[in-house]
């Protein structure tokens, strides 16, 4: 079932700036994943962050966890018009690796 | 690292012909695969869960006697799409977990395989 929200549901912004784009879940999570998918194409996995993490980095990635309010934040910095894509959350409550997908950003970065 | 592959990538079928799709683990056994359904600039749903050698749990609201799952080895899944309708057009795409080596403890999607039923 559906059930992260992401807001917002399209971005678009200048090549050099940041992007953020928000999640939020409904029910508790062991680990919250962020991918990237290409129109058309496969996902790319970028970070995950485990329930009892608040806060991760990976280049020029950042996410936070918020497990009292639900939701998690993905950073882009310095972005590229490469970062062009759409990014989701997705959510995974057990040790069965089934993950809930929000509904996704479309971020678009302009050159 | 882990790769997965599908088959084909893009299909374009008459209504009412059965589709199948493959998912492969290509340098891991797979234990558990699962399948995605993507409309359109909308997220991905969650078809089924199949695991090696038994049958599918599929998630409400998914027919199973149309989408019907087969994990027989631990490097294959299909997925067939049986009297394909217009309304099934879609990317399907399929991701896959080991327990050992590469694809352990992690979940490795394929590119995805998109329909279009004329």
């Known amino acids: 079932s559906q059930q992260g929200e992401e807001d917002p549901q399209a971005l678009s912004i200048q090549e050099g700036e940041n992007a953020t784009m928000n999640c939020s879940y409904k029910?508790?999570?062991?680990?919250l994943q962020w991918y990237r998918q290409n129109s058309g194409r496969g996902l790319v996995h970028l970070i995950l962050i485990r329930s009892n993490e608040r806060e991760k980095h990976s280049g020029r990635l950042r996410v936070t966890l918020d497990t009292s309010k639900k939701s998690s934040s993905l950073l882009i910095t310095a972005s590229r018009a490469a970062d062009t894509a759409s990014y989701f959350c997705?959510?995974?409550?057990?040790?069965?690796?089934?993950?809930?997908f929000g509904k996704g950003t479309l971020l678009t970065v302009n050159p | 690292g882990a790769v997965v592959s599908q088959h084909p990538s893009w299909v374009i079928c008459k209504s009412g012909t059965s589709v199948k799709i493959e998912c492969r683990s290509l340098?891991?056994?797979?234990?558990?695969m699962f399948w995605y359904r993507q409309f359109p600039k909308q997220s991905l749903m969650l078809m089924a869960t199949s695991n090696e050698g038994s049958k599918a749990t599929y998630e409400q609201g998914v027919e199973k006697d149309k989408f019907l799952i087969n994990h027989a080895s631990l490097t294959l899944s299909t997925l067939t799409v049986t009297s394909a309708h217009p309304e099934d057009s879609s990317f399907y795409i399929c991701s896959a977990r080991g327990s050992v080596g590469p694809g352990a403890n992690v979940l490795t999607f394929g590119a995805g395989s998109r329909l279009t039923v004329l």
């Open positions: 997705a959510s995974s409550g057990g040790s069965n690796y089934k993950l809930t």
């Open positions: 029910t508790s999570i062991n680990n």
């Open positions: 340098d891991f056994q797979a234990t558990t």
